[in-house]
């Protein structure tokens, strides 16, 4: 039996999940895919806002690709390119950190807090594995750098990194106090 054929006397089985999303986010990708495919080669299978919902499946639920891929009738790579052009076209609106930081200084803010986090993911093959892996969390995953303003609202955040990445080896690839004596700004940070 091949990955196309079903056993006899079976039947595909789709089925659904709930998605706690706000209409404005659903719109707002939507249109972000909508100019996308406008300025790009081709065309999608299916249109823009239903192609988001499928995205922030993937990402809100880490569901199969190829489950979410066969209940639409598109393949598993259709999908996964979906996904990281949703991705991109995201963090193509993200804001760059000088810019950030200029606009706290404009807004009268005079420090920003600064922290890592560690997002925990499944084990990785080969030998990705080990840089992956963080000792102090004893699990695979990801490494963030976080910079909210005084009020505690998201700024901006660094690139995923490996998750053994400590929070001043990211502060320093990411040239944090640079970009703060540039900005007239000062830090806050745990001991981490």
Known sequence: MTNKEHAKDTCPLVYQ???PLSTRTVNHLAD????HLKSGP????????KIAVIVLAVLRHDQRLADLAGGNDVSDSTVRRWRDEVIALLAAQAPRLDRALKKIARQGGEVVLIDGTFVHTRRRTGKADR?????KHRHHGLHFLALTD???????????????THDNTAARHDHILVHLRAAGLGALADLG
């Open 32 to 35: 972000l895919l909508r100019r």
């Open 17 to 19: 999940c709930r998605l």
């Open 42 to 49: 081709g065309g999608g299978f299916l249109p823009p806002g």
């Open 150 to 164: 005084e009020r505690g609202r998201l700024i901006w955040i660094s690139a995923a990194r490996p998750g053994r």
């Open 131 to 135: 840089k992956n892996y963080s000792g």
